[in-house]
């Protein structure tokens, strides 16, 4: 029996801890040994850590255009960021950098290669680690050429959002799970409310399933930050892997991969029976 293909992303606030505007180092650590080849690493962070490092070092923000400053913290946190997983996974194991854009994927080849690329790095011993490439995203660029494959009946893949990186990533590769880490325990009838978390959405049918998210999505308000999509984003995201057989499980970076697998902590669980 093969082992199963997981695919996993970690938002960028699990990262940060907030109170004390610094790099969670203890939930990177925590991240990064639990890490395995088979298992495709989606990591957000590299803006917010970039931000955190730079104010740190010159006691300020930036004051270039909004878009500017992230791609400035973004190149300067990438580093860090790699760095950190580097040396928290096991040193048995390789490690590998993907730095991907949104026409990775809306390009037929380009997101066979990505496919192909991903698939060898378990054979290899290898971890792949991904992260849409902001510091050389065009924002107007971007929008254009989405503009273009709309206007030719296509529905593009956007992947600023790690998000939409990760479920794009689990349907390509028909991964078997797909773990999506936040601050949030999971999806709740209220956010203000902690023992309202729904724990499961289930259905016989992919279609069925869809309605059940869909109905979920208008619980949803607010996001972690300013610029975030929210859960809302998340579940809209999830369906097309949802409705395909992968199992998603949405749960705080505060516990273990194995333990939200698992079902052993609060968490929760998206999924055809």
Not at 172 to 194: H, K, N
Not at 204 to 213: F, G, N, S, T, V
Not at 227 to 256: C, D, E, F, H, W
């Amino acid at each position: 029996m093969k082992d199963p293909v997981i695919v996993g992303k970690v938002g960028s606030m699990a990262l940060i801890r907030q109170d004390d505007n610094d790099v969670n180092y203890n939930i990177i650590a925590r991240i990064a040994s639990q890490l395995r080849p088979g298992m495709v690493w989606i990591t957000s962070g590299a803006a917010e850590i970039g931000r955190v490092d730079y104010m740190r070092r010159h006691k300020r923000t930036l004051d270039e255009d909004k878009l500017d400053a992230k791609t400035d913290y973004a190149s300067q946190g990438q580093m860090i960021l790699m760095q950190n997983y580097r040396q928290f996974i096991p040193p048995e194991f390789s490690v590998r950098q993907i730095l991907v854009e949104h026409q990775h994927f809306n390009d037929p080849e380009k997101r066979e290669h990505i496919r192909r690329l991903l698939l060898r790095c378990a054979s290899q011993g290898a971890i792949p680690i991904v992260n849409y490439n902001d510091p050389v995203s065009v924002e107007e660029n971007r929008r254009f050429e989405l503009a273009n494959l709309r206007e030719n009946g296509a529905e593009p893949v956007e992947c600023v959002d790690n998000d939409e990186t990760a479920a794009v990533i689990a349907e390509l590769l028909g991964a078997d799970i797909l773990v999506i880490l936040t601050s949030a325990d999971g999806l709740y009838e209220d956010p203000s409310d902690r023992s309202t978390l729904i724990r499961e959405i289930i259905a016989a049918e992919p279609d069925e399933l869809e309605r059940k998210i869909n109905t979920m999505k208008e619980l949803c308000r607010g996001a972690s930050r300013a610029g975030a999509n929210g859960m809302a984003a998340k579940l809209q995201y999830v369906i097309r892997p949802a409705k395909s057989g992968t199992q998603v499980i949405i749960g705080n970076a505060k516990y273990r991969i194995s333990e939200l697998i698992e079902g052993a902590v609060p968490r929760t669980y998206i999924g055809l029976n």
